[in-house]
């Protein structure tokens, strides 16, 4: 049997271009929760317009409004980590899944560690990631992320 690949094309039908700017998107979107600057622009250049982020808490649905559910969440931290395992990505010209491992750190607020019956200072998970990207006129964007929680250490912080 030949192969009509080429020695940049995988069997799953995207180069290692494209592979690298699906997983790129992943990368770009952990590394910003952890260092801010999530706005509307930072939606538009990761999301596509209908896109779908379901975490084990909540979803948001749309890029319109992505940025203020993101800082929303991420308000109820004085910090975070994420530190994600390589993505695996698959696809075609037009669309690719992606598939990664996620340990994210949470750093509790100073109000929610102290006193009689306080949080330790970290919540920490281990979750599955999922995605879906799709190839648009501005290049590879996230169209859905879903998390699955796998593990959890600590407490999440008080609603």
């Known amino acids: 049997m030949t192969s009509t690949l080429t020695n940049d094309q995988s069997a799953h039908g995207l180069d290692a271009g494209a592979r690298a700017e699906v997983a790129g998107l992943l990368d770009r979107y952990l590394l910003s929760l952890d260092e801010g600057g999530l706005d509307e622009a930072w939606a538009a ?25 993101h800082r929303a969440a991420l308000s109820a931290f004085a910090a ?15 669309r690719a899944v992606l598939r990664a491992n996620l340990v994210s750190t949470h750093v509790h607020h100073a109000r929610h560690t102290q006193g009689e019956g306080a949080l330790a200072p970290l919540f920490s998970t281990g979750t599955f990631v999922d995605g879906q990207a799709r190839y648009t006129p ?3 964007r ?14 999440p912080p008080p609603r």
């Open 45 to 69: 250049r990761l999301f596509t317009e209908d896109a779908v982020v379901a975490f084990p808490v909540s979803r948001h649905e749309g890029v319109e409004g992505m940025a203020a559910y």
């Open 80 to 94: 975070t980590q994420h530190l994600g395992s390589p993505a695996v990505v698959e696809g075609d010209g037009q």
């Open 138 to 140: 501005q290049g590879w």
């Open 142 to 155: 996230l169209n859905v992320l879903t998390f699955r929680l796998l593990w959890s250490q600590g407490s």
